[in-house]
């Protein structure tokens, strides 16, 4: 069955430029979360909807990063002015309530 | 979420069962123990969860002691397939449901 999708996969920006990665859950999900992982680390979590509405987004590294999800079905994760600390992997997991996630194979963000 | 200690690094022969240890020796009441692997350049994969009773899937089967405070992920015949990151998590539903990754046992399988 159809399961999480993130795109581009790779995505190459030069210092200063805005992305947007976009991520399309398993029809149904009614939460999203998306998280960044750092080269040898650990996912983080970034932040996290309940249908359209963003209820946490303590995990947001600074103003720069903005998440939506206006129809509660895709969302996207914009970055403004991208830094070279913004390189990572962005990945995306939804969940039917906030039982257990399902991931996407993330967009790696690669800033020059 | 409660914390999780894992071990840095396993080896395991193929064929051969893996077992996967993990102490969650603060978990609360209400709190699951997840397990997640991530193979190279992909994202987490969901293997198997519980609460308070061993379970078993295709995947694997969890070991959760009877205090709760450790559990062990079992991979019954392990291939080259998986070799990969395992992360073990106490995981809640409270608040937005967020998943606390630690550093996770990297498991290299060997020929």
């Not at chain 2, 080896?11 to 603060?26: F, I, Q, V």
């Not at chain 2, 994202?43 to 009773?53: A, R």
Request: glycine share 8%; net charge neutral.
């Amino acid at each position: 069955g159809a399961g999480v999708s993130q795109s581009p996969r790779y995505k190459v920006a030069k210092r200063g430029q805005d992305v947007a990665l976009r991520c399309d859950p398993i029809s149904g999900h009614v939460s999203l979360f998306w998280y960044q992982q750092a080269l040898g680390q650990g996912p983080e979590f970034l932040t996290y909807f309940q249908n359209e509405a963003q209820l946490d987004k303590s995990g947001l590294p600074s103003d720069r990063f903005f998440a939506e999800r206006p129809e509660g079905s895709v969302s996207t994760l914009k970055i403004q002015r991208t830094q070279q600390e913004d390189s990572a992997v962005y990945l995306c997991a939804s969940s039917l309530q906030k039982d257990t996630q399902y991931f996407g194979p993330g967009t790696r963000l690669t800033v020059l | 979420d409660a914390k999780t200690t894992q071990p840095t690094s396993m080896d395991c022969a193929e064929g051969r069962a893996a077992n996967l240890p993990c102490n969650h020796s603060t978990i609360s009441g209400n709190e699951y123990v997840y397990w997640y692997r991530q193979i190279h350049s992909q994202g987490p994969q969901y293997i198997i969860h519980g609460l308070k009773n061993n379970e078993t899937n295709e995947m694997a089967s969890l070991i959760i002691t009877e205090d709760r405070k450790s559990s062990t992920l079992i991979l019954p015949h392990a291939t080259l397939r998986d070799t990969a990151v395992y992360y073990c998590i106490a995981h809640g539903s409270s608040n937005t449901g967020k998943l606390i990754f630690g550093q996770g046992t990297t498991l290299q399988v060997k020929p």
